[in-house]
């Protein structure tokens, strides 16, 4: 085993630590939910109350930008939203690393993202859906304008991926280095024996857990984000008027 920014590096022949991560995650996920499930009742506990609230919160969210169709997309949601979140507060746990603090992942879920509601789209509209690649009608003699609007919403499309990757990639690893660079410096506190060291490191024993908090903030929004943008992408590409 190696250390790694707020983590483990777990060698396991040729398994990759963030897949390895994004498996404990997925069991993690499975876990509370077939407990959930289990204690389902008329009078929710804690742990069905917040899995309803979660629920809730992304159907409600699918309801308001895409309309009468959304619950087609409610799995699609769902599950970008608690993997997203799940991953993100992973790495607040000492030994683990969260996986979308690894561009493959994070990349990964934008292309996903990217595939289907192009998919999506072109399934619903046919050919119609490349229409809006063109811009709004405009007469003849403005045609090299319509390709001009072409080009750009052509590079604006496939930019989407590519920021939607990147955005998540950037906070979540930034919150890894900065609670790994802080961990390093509390082990200081405790194995060095001079005073002066001791004093300097105190600052950043102090200030930890303020950045846990800081972190599970930050892995919040960040699955909030993703999952706003993905819903109106579909929304976007299914036409929706909402």
Sequence with gaps: MGLVPEGIEYHLGSLPT??????????????????AAKRACLVPGKLQ????????????????????????????????????????????????????????TTFALSILVFLYYNIEGVRRKGID?????????????????????????????FARPFSLGFRLFCNIFAKEMLLGFLAVLVLSFFLSPGLM??????????????????????????ALIFLLLSISYVAGAIGTEE
Aim: hydrophobic residues 55%.
């Design 18 to 35: 963030p897949l390895l991560m994004t498996w404990v995650a997925w069991a993690v996920i499975a876990g509370v939910s077939i407990t």
């Design 49 to 104: 109350l917040t899995c309803e609230m979660c629920l809730g919160y992304v159907y409600r969210l699918s309801d308001e930008m895409i309309g009468p169709a959304a619950p087609r997309y409610y799995p699609l949601f769902l599950g970008i939203f608690i993997s997203i979140l799940v991953s993100n507060l992973l790495g607040l746990i000492p030994g683990f690393v969260s996986p979308t603090s690894d561009p493959n």
């Design 129 to 157: 859906y490349f229409r809006h690649f063109f811009g709004p009608p405009l007469p003849w003699y403005l045609f090299p304008v319509r390709i001009l609007l072409f080009i750009i919403e052509t590079i604006s499309s």
């Design 197 to 222: 060291v001791k004093t300097l490191t105190l600052a950043p024993l102090m200030l930890r857990p303020a950045i846990i908090l800081l972190g599970l903030f930050i892995g919040i929004i960040q």
